[in-house]
């Protein structure tokens, strides 16, 4: 079995295992060569679940024609917290809420159709969102909503990636919505091998949204370890809007948060694996193994 499996986000979803690890697995020893590790060779898997968020047997690029009247509750509650974000890095976005500021504005009002139809306007604006169409956007903010509110879905989607971990695993890499999937995995779990948790691109510390909704329960403010892991290595570009805030050691204690720039593609899986920072990081795992 692979030393180091990789679990993916959103935008996966028309994929499988085997096309993503083509792509994965060559860009993740890359960034451990440009680490320093020229003389490391690693074995990759990917875990893969994208294809639950369709019915069985069923995928197709024909997603409902959604719109601002299809975004409600949690799906706003995220919009509303991508939107903040894209403001606080990208002075090219549009602020809905004026004068008043991101906060009063929220304050202010029930997130309507008017105001998400203000933010998705605003986020197609953005250097971060400019290549995503409304549907492709709404069909994140879903998938998200799906995860942390569907349980069966939850638990389906959990087992994929505890089925990927064999008993050489070491390393668990983890972007996007794959970071609290894999969170919650190992928390699930405490037999699994895994000493090296490496989250890419977190929203894990995002507040009401996602750190106030995961399982288990955060203890106070203060979010439970991952079972067995050792090492928990987070990394961010500062200018990614789903990574924000930035950080998740205020949220999880002794949590290594480092900061990166992927240049326009924020977000972008294959660039956050091909970072020298994160190849240091998997690479400490894969040699260091079983060593505290």
């Known amino acids: 079995m692979a030393q180091v499996v990789v679990v993916h986000g959103v935008g996966q979803e028309f994929r499988g295992p085997e096309l993503m690890c083509r792509e994965v697995a060559p860009a993740l020893r890359d960034g451990i ?21 369709f019915p069985p047997g069923v995928r197709s690029w024909h997603l409902p024609p959604w719109d601002e009247h299809d975004v409600e509750g949690l799906e706003a509650d995220l919009l509303d917290s991508w939107w903040a974000g894209a403001v606080a890095v990208d002075p090219d976005v549009a ?15 029930a997130l309507s159709s008017r105001a998400v139809r203000a933010r998705l306007d605003a986020l197609s604006g953005s250097r971060f969102f400019a290549s995503v169409s409304d549907r492709l956007l709404i069909f994140a903010l879903k998938q998200v909503r799906r995860y942390l509110t569907e349980r069966p879905l939850r638990e389906a989607v959990r087992a994929r990636v505890a089925a ?22 190992l928390c699930a ?64 204690p002794n949590v290594r948060d480092e900061t990166i720039t992927n240049g326009v593609r924020m977000h972008d899986l294959l660039r956050y694996l091909t970072a020298p920072t994160t190849g240091r990081a998997i690479a400490r795992g894969v040699v260091n193994g079983d060593e505290s």
């Not at 440009?34 to 968020?53: I, N, S």
Request: charged share 20%; with cysteine.
């Open 164 to 185: 990927a971990i064999g008993p050489d695993t070491r390393v668990l890499v983890a972007h996007s919505l794959g970071s609290v999937v894999a969170y919650e995995t």
């Open 189 to 252: 779990d405490r037999s699994l091998p895994v000493t090296d948790l490496v989250t890419l691109g977190s929203p894990l510390g995002l507040r009401s949204v996602v750190f106030d909704r995961l399982d288990p329960a955060p203890i106070g403010q203060v979010g439970q370890w991952p079972g067995s892991v050792r090492r928990w290595t987070n990394v961010a570009d500062r200018g990614d809007v789903v990574a924000l805030p930035s950080g998740l050691a205020g949220r999880f």
């Open 95 to 109: 602020d809905p809420a004026g004068s008043r500021g991101a906060v009063g504005f929220a304050v202010s009002r």
């Open 33 to 53: 060569r440009l680490g320093g590790e020229v003389a490391l060779d690693v074995d990759v898997a990917c875990a893969f679940y994208g294809d639950l968020f």
